[in-house]
């Protein structure tokens, strides 16, 4: 199985984001749970959307400076694929 080093720092910075999103979620788990109105809930679900998003383009555009830069040195083209793939299953 592949993996990658990263800093404590950038590993921090990507689990609180997560940590946030978790809780936003939470969020509309008890909005659901309150009856709240639905346009709300829309609303909410639409901003942890954003905010996967977001978590999804810092941790791409890490991957690109790192794993995806280190493995064209590195002669594995086949990291040019997997991009590909990867970048269409995010588009979707």
Not at 16 to 45: F, T, V
Not at 68 to 91: F, N, P, S, Y
């Amino acid at each position: 199985m592949k993996h990658t080093d990263r800093s404590e720092a950038d590993r921090r910075k990507l689990v609180n984001r997560l940590k946030r999103i978790e809780g936003q979620i939470r969020g509309i788990i008890g909005m659901l749970e309150n009856d709240a109105y639905c346009n709300d809930i829309l609303i909410q679900s639409a901003a942890v959307n954003a905010a996967v998003n977001s978590f999804n383009k810092e941790l791409l555009a890490n991957h690109i400076r790192t794993c995806v830069a280190r493995d064209i040195r590195a002669g594995k083209d086949e990291t040019i694929d997997e991009l590909v793939a990867t970048l269409q299953k995010l588009m979707k």
